[in-house]
């Protein structure tokens, strides 16, 4: 009498499916981390762009070194924004991967000849955090101008409270103090924090004998 294979065919459509959409999950996450970051380097530098070519005849200073304030102050809590999503966005990525080598390690517990078809798998995912990585170039580069825009909304304050000139030296300490805390508590240290390995009640079981 001939087996019904209706149920075996609907999971592998399922899996098949479940695969792919994980697959895309991934890809997007990827996508959005360079989206957010270019957003940002482009708001920046079109904000910098307008305060340059800005015509201070005529305005009363205080009130441009306020102004100043602000935008730089705004610049400062886009970078902030920027870190988290980019934290969010790696985070949801590894989260994407985890659940595709689940599968994948579900396959090859049925089948252990398909372990040599796979070079990415849960034991070769890479770690949170990694030094080098681009994802961290990113997370440098949006927090020095966080940092640039901090030293900058300090030393306009500065000029706005009655100040002849910039005080340099304080700016520059307090703006590579807020890049380097920005970068550390917003980046580093999240991602750090981040499980390198689904528990052992996400991982495949064997089957029972």
């Known amino acids: 009498m001939p087996t019904d294979k209706r149920p075996d065919e609907l999971a592998r459509a399922i899996i098949t ?4 959409y994980v697959a895309q999950t991934a890809f997007q996450a990827n996508e959005d981390r360079a989206r957010a970051w270019q957003y940002f380097f482009v708001t920046f ?16 200073r205080r009130q441009l070194y306020l102004t100043f304030v602000v935008i730089f102050a705004l610049l400062a ?11 969010r966005l790696r985070q ?11 599968i994948k390690d579900r396959l ?3 089948d252990p000849a398909l372990a040599a ?16 990585s681009f994802g961290f170039l990113q997370a440098v580069s949006v927090a020095l101008l966080s940092g640039l825009a901090t030293g900058a909304a300090i030393g306009f304050g500065a000029l706005a409270g009655g100040l002849a000139a910039i005080p340099w030296l304080l ?17 580093v240290r999240p991602l750090q924090q981040t499980p390198a390995a689904p528990g052992p009640a996400a991982r495949p079981q064997d089957k029972p004998h």
Request: glycine residues 10%; negative net charge; without cysteine.
């Open 17 to 20: 499916t479940e695969y792919g």
């Open 45 to 60: 530098a079109t904000l910098i762009a307008a305060l340059l070519s800005t015509q201070i005849e005529g305005i009363d």
């Open 77 to 87: 809590g886009l970078g902030l924004i920027t870190i988290l999503q980019l934290v």
């Open 92 to 102: 949801a990525w590894l989260e994407s991967v985890r659940a595709m080598n689940q």
């Open 108 to 110: 090859m517990a049925d």
């Open 117 to 132: 078809y796979f070079r990415w798998t849960t034991a070769t995912v890479p770690a949170p955090f990694k030094l080098r």
């Open 171 to 187: 700016s520059v300490l307090l703006g590579g103090g807020a890049a380097a805390l920005l970068l550390w508590l917003g980046y």
